[in-house]
């Protein structure tokens, strides 16, 4: 396993995966706040779509961080 030497590269290996865990993880909010609206199932999208977006954030991690190394 290489290790990441450069403390640059580091900084940006951990804010990229921090931006993509709150974009995909506020994005399935979002999308299960707006499904909600437009079944009338209050919070029941809500959740489904909170932990949709955890698991898409969690793969994307995993194929971000599997580039770096």
């Known amino acids: ?3 990441i030497d450069n403390p640059w590269r580091a900084v940006t290996l951990v804010s990229l995966i921090g931006a993509d865990m709150a974009v995909c993880v506020i994005g399935g909010v979002y999308l299960g706040r707006y499904v909600d609206s437009l079944l009338s199932t209050k919070p029941w999208f809500l959740m489904v779509g ?3 977006g955890l698991g ?3 793969y994307s991690v995993y194929r971000i961080v599997r580039g770096y190394l």
């Open 56 to 58: 898409i954030g969690v």
């Open 50 to 52: 909170l932990l949709l």
């Open 1 to 3: 396993m290489p290790k």
